[in-house]
């Protein structure tokens, strides 16, 4: 079986999930490819192959959405692929291209994150996929009970990372006296509540220090925010894949404070390195990865200051942090492998391949159409203060 999973590379969770599921199901005899579709001014009609695990698709771009959408199309028949995954919130026309698909392609699709524009995308394809994965249980429980999704095709799949990789990078000892604290992932305030970092860091002692590690739209406004921080910060920007591992083994502890999270990778990948998560406690989500007290410590959602304490904590007790970095190591383990992620998508598939929900007639593409979901809505106009406070509220309540 052939399956193509519609992303473009980039340093991302979107692409590391498919790098995993590449690995993970090509043990099932399953050959999963990315394919992604992009507009230039030249080149009509190429492919462009990056290489064997994906496929580019070229398009003049005077062409309409519609005709574009309809090479990609051609390009799933003529690569004799047997199915999609199509993630939620990536590319719009890849994401619509689903409803269009002929009726013996097999549609799934991956929900990432628990916003309500992601949700409300979701549901805009939810009757023409044949099964929805969640990547956490809160997805899952927030597709079923608040937007429709029929809870028979719809499956919790938690994200998994390649513990063997990580887990065999020797950790770099600890300085006696000091902690060594990362944040690792986009910088976006919005969703990652970045610019608590520099308060967190007001309440730590000097013996603490941060590195901040990845890139993105307000990393220039964090630098400057840190600036007081200057003697005990690191800013690092955008780190390969391949450095992670060594990165998170040479730092003690992870913070977390997102106001919302799909599931979260760099987590699961910090507990596989030993690196002890202190993270905001997002129900379904980080709550399903960190034990508390065990393998890392949760606190409230926009809470800088109870973040601050626990980090206090684990720099006060280097015996309470050494505990919690084995139990971390311990959880990534057992609990988030490729392989169990793997066996649960190859289930998934094959319940799929012998009994389909049955899906409405694809329509024309001529009769092409946006659906609402996937289009800009008005929370997109709010205020980011507004947006961000009323996040914290919500996930709180």
Not at 176 to 197: H, M, N, P, Q
Not at 249 to 268: K, L, N
Not at 317 to 336: H, I, K, M, T, Y
Request: net charge positive; charged share 25%; glycine share 8%.
């Amino acid at each position: 079986m052939k399956l193509a999973y519609f992303v473009k590379p980039h340093i991302g969770g979107t692409y590391t999930l498919f790098r995993h599921l590449r690995t993970g199901l090509a043990g099932y005899g399953i050959d999963v490819r990315w394919m992604s579709c992009e507009s230039t001014a030249e080149g009509a009609g190429i492919r462009h192959h990056d290489d064997e695990a994906g496929c580019m698709v070229t398009t003049p771009a005077r062409l309409s959405e519609p005709e574009r959408a309809a090479a990609l199309i051609r390009e799933l028949q003529r690569g004799r692929y047997d199915g999609v995954f199509v993630n939620v919130l990536t590319d719009r026309l890849q994401m619509n291209v689903a409803r269009y698909l002929p009726e013996a392609m097999l549609r799934i699709m991956i929900v990432h994150n628990i916003t309500p524009g992601t949700y409300a995308a979701a549901r805009s394809l939810r009757d023409s996929v044949h099964a929805t994965v969640g990547v956490s249980e809160r997805c899952r429980r927030d597709l079923v009970h608040s937007h429709g999704f029929p809870p028979e095709h719809t499956v919790a799949i938690p994200n998994a990372v390649d513990t063997s990789v990580i887990s065999v990078v020797g950790r770099k000892p600890r300085p006696e006296g000091r902690t060594r604290l990362i944040f690792l992932g986009r910088i976006e305030d919005a969703s990652k509540g970045v610019f608590w970092l520099p308060t967190i860091m007001d309440r730590l002692p000097q013996a603490v220090s941060l590195t901040v590690a990845g890139d993105g739209p307000d990393l220039p406004r964090l630098t400057r925010r840190l600036e007081r921080h200057a003697g005990r910060v690191r800013i690092l920007g955008a780190v390969a894949p391949e450095f992670i591992p060594k990165l998170l083994a040479s730092h003690d502890v992870m913070v977390v404070p997102s106001r919302f999270e799909g599931f979260g990778f760099t987590i699961i990948e910090a507990m596989a390195a030993g690196c002890v998560p202190v993270a905001s406690h997002i129900s379904g989500v980080t709550d399903t990865i960190i034990e508390e007290d065990i393998s890392g410590l949760l606190f409230p959602v926009g809470d800088w200051g109870e973040a601050a304490d626990r980090i206090a904590r684990l720099h006060e007790s280097p015996a309470f942090l050494d505990e919690l970095s084995a139990g971390a190591r311990r959880r990534a383990q057992s609990g988030f492998g490729l392989e169990a992620m793997a066996e649960a998508y190859f289930a998934l598939i094959e319940k799929l391949v012998r009994e389909r929900p049955p899906l409405p007639p694809p329509p024309p593409i001529e009769a092409w159409k946006m659906p609402s979901g996937l289009r800009t809505s008005l929370r997109t106009y709010l205020p980011l203060p507004i947006k961000n406070f009323l996040r914290v509220v919500m996930e709180r309540l």
